[in-house]
């Protein structure tokens, strides 16, 4: 099963609830080399589900730079809603965590590569 690492609102019960129709168990880990931002949404379906218009959004940091998380194990049908719940300011991309695993995250879409 793909890995998903989420630093933001993909870790509210209710967002994963809406979203993939479940609560997902998920454990704490942290990604390497990236800095948390702040974007405004403008999604109206996206603010409905978080509650929320403002996400935190991965920026490319340091190697030192780490970002809190949780890791989660979803199915490939689960990754494509996810694709569908984030905006187009994000871009899914692979990425090493601290655990050693690497799993999927969403990463400002302006982002290196």
Known sequence: MPLLFSYGTLRDPAVQKANFGRELAGRDDR???FRLGLIEIADPGVVAVSGRTHHPILLAGDRADTVEGAV???TDDELLLADEYEVDDYRRVEAALASG???WVYVGA???R
Do not use: N, S
């Open 101 to 103: 695993d690497t799993a």
């Open 110 to 112: 302006q982002q290196p």
């Open 31 to 33: 990604i390497l080399g």
């Open 72 to 74: 989660f194990e979803v």
